[in-house]
């Protein structure tokens, strides 16, 4: 899929367009996750972990991270809005595949001839 998208960008324009598209979906990624690991500090507060990260780290990378994406998102509104395009579309692919754990036989031929 990823060869696909990056294949249709660089005929689409050029290098920096992939590059700035890449940019905002990453970082969106790297907000979602610095957000869920806020959430599960809160609701597993007595969990035991491997190793404690004070509590304003990714509270800050939560706010770089934002700025990342909404930056481009006012300069370049062309290339963020199909970066978040991409990323929608993934939702339903996730609630298909993972959910509701429905797999065609071409992915499970593949994944048997593989091991």
Not at 10 to 23: H, M, Q, R, V, Y
Not at 58 to 85: D, K, R
Request: glycine share 2%.
């Amino acid at each position: 899929m990823q060869v696909v998208l990056a294949t249709v960008y660089i005929f689409a324009g050029d290098i920096s367009d992939l590059i700035s598209s890449f940019n905002a979906s990453i970082w969106t990624y790297y907000c979602l996750s610095f957000v869920s690991l806020l959430i599960m500090r809160v609701t597993y507060r007595h969990e035991p972990r491997p190793f404690k990260v004070w509590i304003i780290i990714p509270a800050l990378m939560v706010l770089v991270s934002l700025a990342i994406v909404v930056v481009p998102l006012v300069e370049q509104w062309a290339q963020s809005l199909g970066a978040f395009a991409v990323i929608s579309l993934s939702v339903p692919v996730y609630f298909v595949f993972i959910c509701e754990k429905t797999r065609p036989k071409v992915f499970t031929r593949i994944s048997s001839e593989c091991l």
